[in-house]
């Protein structure tokens, strides 16, 4: 019997393949298509937690119209900053769907970046006007940079309002995303000026458990969409009571995470994005309804891209070959 080979992909090979925003916002719509038809399985993700505000989480998810199958195993650290290491870490593991056999493993973190950066321009072409030339961005890190990116493939973007805690994130920010988008952008002092006079605003700060909300009731625009990847940490009750819809990426995984103490005074999302993509719930009614996206972040994110990286990188002969 012939060993079978696993292709490992580091880090640099992975973003190196050098996959485009537009084809993993398209591979996001048909996962989510398949989703709101009930033609993948997705269990909820199981997950240990060593120190407050951290988590390592099992992602498993099977999208039979891709042929994915697999798991992420990815951890969140808030204070590696600090340590000079990076918040999100950990491995994509495919499995052959006719074997079961694990044919590569690779690093998660530039699939997460762009997959959840993904998945709210997904949202957002359901529930944002499609004139919507502003966008601020609260928290300036990885995902401050592929949220920018992808909203400007959706949306006629102008100018974004950058704001973040730490000054020289924000300033770099601002230098190098104007530059690799040809678009004005400002970096502001505060919180309040980045949401109030933005089309769409999104949040991508710390997640917290207990959370320290900064946006309050009356900021928000009427008729902007706002994306919130950390939860609900950013937005206090009263601003979050204001939404006209709210959404999320899966109801039961929605669910879970209310039990494990997060987004105890959210109201309950009014449809998910496979929903909204397949058409079995509408996105924005009128010019006026302000709409928020809460997206968890699905395994199914990762298994709808995970597997085109694989293939494109054994295409170019990247990475390196090892035995089972
Ligand atoms: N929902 C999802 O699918 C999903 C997926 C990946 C990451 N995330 C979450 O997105 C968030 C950002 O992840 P990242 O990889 O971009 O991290 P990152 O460390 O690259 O960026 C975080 C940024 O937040 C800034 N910051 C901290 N507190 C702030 C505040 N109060 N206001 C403004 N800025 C603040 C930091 O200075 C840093 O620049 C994390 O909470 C992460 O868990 C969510």
Redesign the pocket.
């Known amino acids: 019997m012939n060993t079978p080979q696993i292709l490992y992909l580091s880090a640099a090979d992975v973003a190196s393949v050098g996959l485009d925003p537009r084809t993993i916002i398209g591979l996001l719509e048909t996962a989510f298509r398949e989703k709101g038809h009930g033609r993948v399985e997705m269990p909820p993700k199981p997950g240990i937690h060593t120190k407050p505000d951290a988590f390592i989480h099992a992602m498993p998810a099977y999208i039979p119209a891709l042929r994915a199958a697999g798991v992420k195993w990815v951890s969140?650290y808030?204070e590696n900053?600090g340590a000079g290491l990076p918040?999100?870490s950990g491995l994509i593991v495919l499995n052959d769907v006719d074997t079961g056999l694990p044919y590569a493993v690779m690093d998660c973190t530039w699939i997460?970046?762009w997959r959840?950066a993904a998945?709210s321009a997904l949202s957002a072409r359901y529930l944002a006007r499609p004139e919507s030339g502003t966008v601020g961005i609260?928290?300036?890190?990885?995902?401050?940079r592929t949220h920018l990116e992808a909203l400007a493939l959706e949306f006629p973007l102008k100018r974004a309002l950058a704001?973040?805690?730490?000054p020289d994130?924000q300033r770099r920010f601002v230098e190098e995303m104007g530059r690799k988008l040809g678009i004005e952008i400002a970096g502001v002092d505060d919180?309040r000026t980045a949401v109030a006079d933005s089309d769409i605003v999104v949040t991508?700060?710390?997640?917290l458990r207990q959370p320290v909300p900064?946006i309050q009731r009356g900021w928000l625009k009427p008729g902007a969409f706002a994306s919130a990847?950390?939860?609900d940490?950013?937005w206090s009750p009263a601003a979050l009571a204001e939404f006209d819809r709210l959404t999320t990426d899966d109801h039961a995984q929605f669910r879970y995470y209310r039990r494990l103490g997060y987004f105890q005074q959210t109201p309950d999302p009014d449809a998910d994005l496979g929903e909204l993509v397949a058409g079995i719930k509408p996105g924005r009614a009128d010019a006026a309804q302000r709409t928020i996206a809460l997206?968890?972040?699905l395994a199914l994110?990762d298994m709808a891209v995970a597997p085109e990286v694989y293939r494109r990188a054994a295409a170019r002969g990247l990475g390196t070959s090892l035995p089972l």
Request: with cysteine; glycine share 14%; proline share 8%.
């Open positions: 969140g808030p900053r918040y999100i997460t970046a959840t998945a609260l928290a300036c890190g990885v995902q401050g704001y973040d805690v730490a994130v919180p991508s700060g710390p997640i900064t990847v950390d939860f940490s950013y997206n968890l972040g994110d």
